[in-house]
């Protein structure tokens, strides 16, 4: 929303600057304009006590309002965002209802229903409702290319560019934010709990095939072309490589179990493990939390040393007396206010952290758009054994 914000403002100032260089191509009367009192420039704090401090909190809020284009404004922002207040309000209810209310939000928003809303963005601008809340100049029958030439039909063309602009910012925000919901593994397999049959049936099939696409690229560059040389037949590019990185959600242990767990029951929808699975609210069972400490490279690439625990180590843990090593390590284990953090005495430097620069990658909304976006190219690609993996950028 800020970013978007921050679109809108932009637009706000070149149209300013605009209007100001270019009053006698919009159609006005420069004489006109000559006679009337300049606004005064408020570009600072103390610009701003100095124009209205003398008037009062009152009088500087009335002087606010009076604007024309800024009531243009706040009516555009209050009315291109409403369909995504609506939406958060309605995804508050809906998990305050509990879990079965839960499940189903996160069932249809791994089914992209979530569009409903972009669309409705999207069309506000176009909507006569909007026109008229704007105080819009109504049809009386004038040529478009004469209206065109016009100051008041310029200004009203241009705030209606400015809604169009911002509401196709907004939109594509908003889709770039869900769509690892929809694409991403762990979150997508919420469509198991979807309760639509048919809805089931159709995405389980492409959540088949991102797996099946996903666990090829992995055999294409770190089984087969990885081991040749640059020049040899096959060899692959670093592209696929980096599309493959850009996936990410391959390397973490709840997605690499869901890939597992959607291979050995053969990604029938009636599945048990995945059924539960996609109920746990995204919590990793006891074996899984162990292999995740086993494995996880983070501590080493944050300069921590590590004990790695062996075979012995693992059979003991999951036989019938390691019950209540388990339960302690549940309570404890995974709580680092209530347990004492071991400390050798080795202070870590921040520079020693960032040496290993290759180890680290983006996080956030930069890096779940971009697992999104590696995913489908991955997919639309797949057919041409990704040989645009190079140009993979473009989308």
């Known amino acids: 929303m800020q970013s978007c914000f921050r679109e809108l403002v932009k637009s706000w100032t070149i149209q300013s600057e605009a209007i100001a260089d270019d009053d006698e191509d919009l159609g006005g009367n420069p004489d006109d304009d000559a006679n009337e009192e300049e606004p005064p420039k408020v570009k600072t704090k103390s610009d701003l006590l100095r124009v209205y401090g003398s008037d009062g909190p009152v009088n500087m809020i009335h002087t606010f309002m009076s604007d024309r284009k800024l009531q243009q404004h706040a009516i555009l922002l209050c009315a291109i965002s409403l369909p995504l207040e609506a939406d958060y309000y309605n995804e508050l209810k809906l998990t305050a209802e509990g879990l079965e209310s839960q499940k189903e939000l996160a069932a249809r928003r791994a089914n992209y229903e979530w569009m409903d809303m972009i669309v409705d963005i999207l069309e506000i601008p176009m909507k006569r409702d909007l026109w008229a809340r704007l105080k819009f100049t109504q049809p009386f029958g004038m040529e478009f290319e004469e209206a065109t030439g016009l100051r008041w039909a310029q200004e009203e063309f241009e705030i209606l560019r400015q809604a169009h602009s911002f509401a196709s910012c907004l939109a594509s925000n908003l889709s770039w934010a869900n769509m690892m919901f929809a694409n991403c593994l762990p979150h997508c397999i919420a469509v198991y709990l979807h309760p639509d049959e048919w809805v089931r049936e159709e995405r389980g099939k492409e959540i088949a095939d991102m797996i099946r696409c996903i666990l090829a690229v992995e055999k294409e560059v770190f089984h087969t072309r990885l081991a040749k040389k640059p020049g040899q037949r096959g060899f692959v590019l670093p592209a696929l490589a980096e599309c493959l990185r850009d996936v990410g959600f391959h390397l973490f242990q709840l997605a690499r179990y869901v890939m597992m767990l959607g291979h050995q029951t053969q990604y029938k929808l009636d599945s048990t493990e995945m059924i539960e699975l996609a ?56 709580e680092p206010h209530s347990t004492r953090m071991p400390d050798d005495g080795v202070k870590i430097k921040p520079t020693d952290v960032f ?13 779940h758009q971009n697992s999104a976006g590696a995913v489908c190219y991955l997919l639309a690609d797949k057919k041409n054994n990704w040989k645009n993996a190079e140009n993979a950028w473009i989308g």
């Open 355 to 367: 040496q290993e620069a290759e180890s680290w990658k983006p996080s956030g909304p930069q890096s």
């Open 279 to 334: 109920s746990s609210a995204g919590k990793m069972g006891d074996e899984t939390k162990y292999g995740y400490a086993a494995i996880s490279p983070y501590p080493k690439a944050g300069g921590v040393r590590t004990i790695r625990p062996s075979g012995t180590d693992f059979d003991q843990l999951f036989c019938e007396d390691g019950v209540k090593a388990r339960m302690w390590a549940a309570k404890h284990l995974f």
